[in-house]
């Protein structure tokens, strides 16, 4: 070793530093403490650059082979927990590199040959958020598994189906949860579409220019599974756009999982009752020994904001960045990172929940839809079937909602006399056409709720999910 080199905590700088970091800005400036988490990728893509290198000729085969077993014993100090570089490694890139040239020797300092911290880190990333992309598109059909299982199983449990939070129309129990089903589904091929973007290699491209040696991308590109390479250099180091595509997407599962979750907390309370929480997902309350809360639905609408907040960051992050690489994309980790985290812990809570963690009390659910005036529409398509315009029966049914409503009956509780004085064209069917079963049945238009429509519909969507 270079007798005039800087001391322990600039060596990773060039003999142009002479002196070392301020401790503060060393903490400042690194990231170990949390691109550790890209290491595996990082091992990885080296033994691809690595190869790379000894195939074009700019190193040996030998060389090459060192390279690769040095950074195969890196990882696996690593997964026995024995590896655990601090702050004077400054990242993760040269966390590994020293650790590899002190396990190799010299030959660990060609690893760096014909690339750069950008374009290695853009690989990390990608080949990171490859990975969880993969997880998290898995996770979503364990999710549309979780609900298409009680879906299957309440195709004819009613549910009341809302607008404005007031009493619409009947339901399907099936059919609602398949509109979710349908947001999952809709999630998956989001994230499939980014997927193909993330998988773009920027490796090769240097610092920004791309490099004097006679490297091969595609050859490393190949080694990493990668679809396509960037075809420009400065693009390939600075561009992030798949990182906002990524967190875009997981903003929207969240919403979809946010929804879902408000509507599990409302079932739940008592004003509601149509769920009931089972003890392995619920938690009670340091002072009221009665109360069974819903944390898993809480927490999980709780933890979407910071899904947004990473979202806004990673936009805000690299709006007012000149080309090519500058520090500032240090920080699109944590926000990725967390952006990952939080959506595959949310997905897989939601799931638990629906797989083992609530029961749909379908007593209580019959009830509430036959002591309503949901079927108020229906009545007003009774008399358009048998030819009165549909304006004149909703004006109709109005009032006889209204009139109903003044001697507290149901429209059901309606005597046939009645229903005659408010209309000649009633007659006895209208206590069958009007009944909560029959109302969701006949909603059998394409998409609706018409039971014959929803099993089509569970039908299809186990064929999304297995395909
Ligand atoms: N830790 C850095 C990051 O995450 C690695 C790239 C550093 N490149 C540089 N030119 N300083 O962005």
Redesign the pocket.
Known sequence: MATSSPSSSSQTWSQRFESALHPAIAQFNA?IGF?IELIEYDITASQAHAKMLAKAGIISAEEGEQLVAGLEQVRQEHRNGQFNPGIDAE?V?FAVERRLTEIIGDTGKKLHTGRS??DQ?GTDTRLYLRDKISRIRQQLIDFQTALLTIAEANVETLIPGYTHLQRAQPLSLAHHLLAYVAMAQRDRERLEQISQRVNTSPLGCGALAGTTFPIDRHYSAELLGFERIYRNSLDGVSDRDFAVEFLCAASLIMVHLSRLSEEVIFWASEEFRFIKLKDSCSTGSSIMPQKKNPDVPELVRGKTGRVFGHLQAMLTLIKGLPLA?N?D??ED?EALFDGVKTVSACLEAMTILFQEGLEFQTTRLAAAVASDFSNATDVADYLAAKGVPFREAYNLVGKIVRTSLAVNKLLKDLTLEEWQNLHPAFEADIYEAIAPQKVVAARNSYGGTGFAQVRDAIAQAWEQVKS
Do not use: I
């Open positions: 990231s691109d990242d890139h911290r950008n880190v690489y520090k994309f240090q980790k």
